[in-house]
């Protein structure tokens, strides 16, 4: 829950890609603004789309969208890992 606090998400997952061993595994979770609410709420919170786009561009892919329950699938764990371009 502190990636929406990364100063350059970008180079973040670049960073997170470059020590990934090659089978390894992120489990990101974070608030992900979905519907009228997002509307309202900063733009520092990831969205599907760039995230996916930034995940790729370090060949990086989502394997799992889980959100969590009671929270109105506005928190999402995401299982992320190598040449899993979904």
Avoid at 6 to 16: H, T
Wanted: charge should be positive.
């Amino acid at each position: 829950m502190t990636f929406h606090h990364w100063a350059d998400p970008a180079r973040g997952i670049a960073e997170v890609a470059r020590v990934m061993k090659p089978d390894g595994t992120w489990l990101l979770a974070d608030f992900v603004p979905r519907g009228p609410i997002g509307w309202f709420v900063s733009r520092r919170f990831p969205r599907p789309e760039r995230l996916t786009k930034e995940l790729g561009e370090v060949g990086l892919g989502i394997e799992m969208r889980r959100p969590v329950a009671g929270l109105a699938g506005q928190v999402l764990v995401l299982r992320i890992n190598r040449n899993c371009l979904r």
